[in-house]
C-alpha cells in the first residue's frame, strides 16, 4: 500500500519585491531520520538524524548523505540516502533550482508491543522539497505501512494518527504530513512526514521523527 501527499509554498508577488528579514528556512535541506526517547528507569534511546545533506546554493551540484541499518532497543531504521542537488538554468543570471530528497527503509518501533501496543512499520518513505524562484513544492510517499490501524488511505496534511492498546488506551500520536510556513510567508516551507511521540500511558517520553525536509525559494 502506498500514500503520497504533496504541498507547495507558493511566493505572493508583493513578498518578491517587498524589504522582508532573511528567510530562516534553509536553501534545502533533508533527513531520513532521527529518535530520542527513554523508558521509565532505562537508558535513553538515542538515533542521531540519519543520511542527512544540505544543498550548497552556490554550487551547482549534489550533496549527498548516507548510513547503515541501525538497531537499538525498541526500534530499528535500515539503511538511508539523501541528496540535495542544486541545478543551474540560466549561468550568465545565476538563476538555480534544488531538489532535496531523503529516502528511508525498513523502520520498525517494537517499543510499545510491552505495554499491550502494536508493533509499528513502514517499510519505504521519500520525503522531498523541490524550489524555484518563485516557490517551492514539498512531497512525500510511504509504502508497506503496518500496525496502524485505521490509517487512511489519503492522508491529510496535519493528521494525527492515536496508537492505541485493544481497549483503546492511547499509547502514542503519530502527526503526518506536518508542514510549517514562516511569517511573514516568503514562499519557503518546512515538512516531517511523521512525527510519533510517546504518550504517559506508554511508559516511555519522547518522540521519534520520520523524514524532513525543507526549502526556500531560489534567490
Not at 44 to 53: D, F, R
Not at 131 to 149: D, E, H, I, M, R
Request: net charge positive.
Amino acid at each position: 500500500m502506498r500514500r503520497i501527499g504533496v504541498l507547495s509554498g507558493v511566493v505572493v508577488a508583493l513578498l518578491l519585491t517587498a524589504v522582508t528579514p532573511a528567510s530562516a528556512t534553509p536553501a534545502g535541506n533533508a533527513q531520513v531520520g532521527r529518535a530520542n526517547f527513554t523508558r521509565t528507569g532505562q537508558p535513553a534511546v538515542v538515533v542521531s538524524p540519519l543520511a542527512s545533506c544540505d544543498v550548497n546554493p552556490d554550487v551547482a551540484g549534489t550533496v549527498t548523505g548516507s548510513a547503515p541499518a541501525v538497531s537499538r532497543p525498541g526500534v530499528k531504521f535500515g539503511s538511508s540516502t539523501a541528496t540535495c542537488t542544486t541545478t543551474v538554468v540560466s549561468e550568465p543570471d545565476w538563476v538555480t533550482t534544488t531538489r532535496s530528497e531523503a529516502k528511508g527503509t525498513g523502520f520498525e518501533l517494537s517499543a510499545l508491543v510491552a505495554q499491550g501496543g502494536p508493533r509499528l512499520r513502514i517499510a519505504s518513505w521519500t520525503i522531498t522539497c523541490e524550489a524555484t524562484q518563485t516557490g517551492t513544492n514539498a512531497g512525500w510517499t510511504l509504502g508497506g505501512v503496518s500496525g496502524f490501524s485505521g490509517l487512511p488511505q489519503q492522508i491529510p496534511h496535519g493528521y494525527v494518527h492515536d496508537v492505541k492498546k485493544p481497549d483503546g488506551t492511547v499509547l502514542a500520536k503519530v502527526k503526518f504530513s506536518e508542514a510549517i510556513f514562516p511569517v511573514p510567508n516568503d514562499g519557503s516551507i518546512t515538512m516531517h512526514l511523521a512525527r510519533l511521540t510517546f504518550e504517559p500511558a506508554s511508559g516511555h517520553r519522547g518522540e521519534i521523527g520520520i523524514g524532513s525536509t525543507a526549502c526556500s525559494p531560489t534567490p
